[in-house]
C-alpha cells in the first residue's frame, strides 16, 4: 500500500486507492465471484466482497495477472430481480467500491429491482504500486508559445514517462488505456453470469463505457452516462465545446458580484478585470509561493486553466474566495491562486497520472495542431481560450495511442440515457448521447458533476425509470437544481 508520504503528494492526482493485488497465475475463464462478507472494511453492512482476476495484457492473455476488487449489494426486491447494474467510475483511478459506498443511499429504489456492483478499475491497482520514479513531475506545466518551447516539453515529458516505465514492475504503465479497462468490464459480465449488462458511468468513466460500447454493443441492456467524457469526438473537441459555457458561468459570477456588495470586485466590470489580470500576467508572469507547491510563477495561462471553477460553493463560498484572489492578484499578490494552479501545473506533468489517460489520445500530434487549437479556443472563449492542459501533460507519450477517438457502432446500441450539469459537463455528455438514435441526456440546471454521486434526486429518478423499465424521459427535459 502506499505510505501516507505517498498518499499526501498524489492526492491532488487521485480520489480512492484499492486492496487489489498483482499476482501471478496461469489463466483461467471467468468465474462466478465468490462473495463474502467485507470483513474489516467500512462498508455498508449488506454490501458483499469479491475479486476477479483479470490478464495485464489483454493480448497475452496468459500471462500476468491483476486482481480486481469487486462489490455488491444484493437487490432487496430479489423475486423481482432482472439482474445486475455495474458502476463505472472516473478519474482516471477513482474507486467505484467507494462510488458504491458514497451513492449507494441515493440508489435505493434502483436497488429494488437490481444488484448494484462496482469495481476498483486497473488504474486503482496501478495507483496503489505506483513506483516513485512516477510520482515525479516531469515539469511545471506552462503554456507553450513557441515551436523551441513546445519540443523542450516534449523532451522533458518524454524523459518522465520514460523513468516511470523503466522503474514499473506491474506490467500496467502500457495497458491502462480504457479499452483494456472495457475488456475487465466484460470479464465482470461474464463472471456475474449476465447474457447483457446493464452500466451506470461518470465522469471519465464514459471513456471505458464508450469503449465497451464499440467492443460488445450487444452486451449492453441499458446504459447510463452522467457527466461522462465524449471519447468519439475527442479530447480537443470536447474542450471546445466546454469554453462556451465557462463564459456563461463567468457571466454568472459577475452578474452575482454585481449584486452582492460583499464581493471584492462589487461595483466593477469583472470582465475587464479578470481579463486586464490574465493578460498582464502573460506579459509579466506573477512570482508566488505556495505552502505545498514551493516558489513559482503564475501566467495568465495559468489563471485561464486552473483559477475559475464554476461551482459557486456553499454560500458562494468558492466565488467569494475567486473575487477576492483576483482583487489580491492586481495588486500583485497572487497567493489566492498559488496553490491551484502550481499544484494543477505539476500534477498534470506527473507521468504517473497520465499513463492513464494518454493511451485514450488526449495529447496533441504536434505543435501545429496545438496552435490550430488555440486559435479556435481564443475565438470561442476570450476569458479562457489557450492550450489545454490535459493535452499539454501527454505530450511526449512514448507508445502507440491505444484507444483512439472513433465512432460508435450505433445501429447495434440500445437508446441511451445521459445526464449533466447545464454549468458545465452537459455538452459532453449529450454531445455523446445524441450520437445514438432514441437517446435523451437530461440537463441538471446547477453546478455539478457526477450527479448520482451527489445523490441529485431528480437525475436518479429518470435513471432508475430507465433502468428497470427501459423508458427514457422526453427530449428536452431538465431537473432544477436542488
Known amino acids: ?57 489483454w493480448a497475452e492473455a496468459g500471462g500476468p495477472r491483476i486482481t480486481l476488487d469487486l462489490v455488491r449489494l444484493p437487490a432487496t426486491e430479489p423475486a423481482r430481480r432482472i439482474g445486475s447494474v455495474l458502476g463505472v467510475p472516473g478519474g482516471p483511478g477513482a474507486s467505484g467500491v467507494e462510488d458504491l459506498k458514497r451513492a449507494a443511499a441515493g440508489l435505493a429504489d434502483l436497488r429494488r429491482r437490481f444488484d448494484l456492483v462496482a469495481y476498483d478499475p486497473r488504474t486503482s491497482v496501478w495507483l496503489d504500486r505506483l513506483p516513485p520514479a512516477c510520482l515525479e513531475p516531469a515539469t511545471t506545466l506552462s503554456e507553450p508559445v513557441s515551436r523551441t518551447d513546445y519540443r523542450a516539453l516534449t523532451e522533458a515529458m518524454a524523459a518522465g514517462f520514460a523513468a516511470c516505465r523503466e522503474a514499473d514492475t506491474t506490467g500496467l504503465f502500457a495497458t491502462m488505456d480504457s479499452l483494456s479497462v472495457a475488456k475487465d468490464m466484460d470479464a465482470i459480465r461474464r463472471a456475474l453470469g449476465e447474457e447483457r449488462l446493464s452500466f451506470m458511468a461518470n465522469s471519465y468513466g464514459g471513456a471505458p463505457a464508450v469503449a465497451y460500447a464499440r467492443l460488445f454493443p450487444r452486451r449492453i441492456r441499458a446504459m447510463y452516462l452522467d457527466g461522462t467524457a465524449n471519447h468519439v469526438d475527442g479530447w480537443l473537441t470536447q474542450t471546445l465545446r466546454t469554453l462556451p459555457v465557462m463564459e456563461e458561468t463567468l457571466t454568472r ?47 495568465g495561462w495559468h489563471l485561464r486553466s486552473f483559477g475559475f471553477t464554476a461551482d459557486p460553493g456553499p454560500g458562494n463560498a468558492r466565488w467569494s474566495a475567486f473575487a477576492d484572489a483576483i ?23 506527473t507521468p504517473g497520472a497520465l499513463a492513464m489517460t494518454c493511451g485514450d489520445g488526449r495529447g496533441y500530434t504536434g505543435y501545429a495542431q496545438l496552435e490550430e487549437f488555440r486559435r479556435q479556443a481564443r475565438q470561442a472563449s476570450p476569458n479562457f481560450g489557450g492550450a489545454a492542459f490535459d493535452a499539454l501533460g501527454c505530450t511526449g507519450w512514448p507508445l502507440r495511442v491505444a484507444n483512439p477517438p472513433r465512432p460508435l457502432p450505433t445501429r447495434e446500441l440500445p ?59 422526453p427530449p428536452g427535459t431538465v431537473c432544477p437544481a436542488e
Open 327 to 349: 482583487a489580491k492578484a492586481v495588486r500583485g499578490d497572487g497567493s489566492g491562486f498559488a496553490d491551484a494552479a502550481l499544484g494543477n501545473a505539476r500534477a498534470w506533468a
Open 415 to 473: 437508446p441511451l440515457l445521459g445526464a449533466g450539469s447545464m454549468w458545465g459537463d452537459y455538452v459532453w455528455t449529450e454531445s455523446l448521447i445524441r450520437k445514438v438514435p432514441g437517446s435523451v441526456t437530461v440537463g441538471y440546471d446547477g453546478p455539478g458533476h457526477a450527479l448520482y454521486l451527489w445523490g441529485k434526486k431528480c437525475p436518479i429518478r429518470y435513471a432508475t425509470t430507465y433502468l428497470t423499465d427501459l423508458r427514457l424521459p
Open 253 to 299: 459570477f459577475a452578474a452575482w458580484c454585481a449584486a452582492t456588495p460583499a464581493c471584492a470586485l462589487h461595483g466593477q466590470d469583472v470582465k475587464a478585470v479578470w481579463r486586464e489580470l490574465t493578460e498582464g500576467a502573460d506579459r509579466t508572469p506573477i512570482r508566488v509561493t505556495s505552502p505545498h507547491f514551493g516558489e513559482g510563477e503564475l501566467t
Open 1 to 57: 500500500m502506499m505510505t501516507t508520504e505517498r498518499r499526501r503528494r498524489y492526492a491532488a492526482l487521485l480520489t480512492g486507492l484499492t486492496l487489489a493485488s498483482l499476482t501471478w497465475p496461469a489463466p483461467a475463464a471467468a468465474r462466478e465471484p465468490l462473495w463474502r462478507d467485507c470483513a474489516g472494511r467500512d462498508l455498508p453492512a449488506d454490501m458483499r466482497c469479491a475479486t476477479i482476476e483479470v490478464p495485464v495484457d
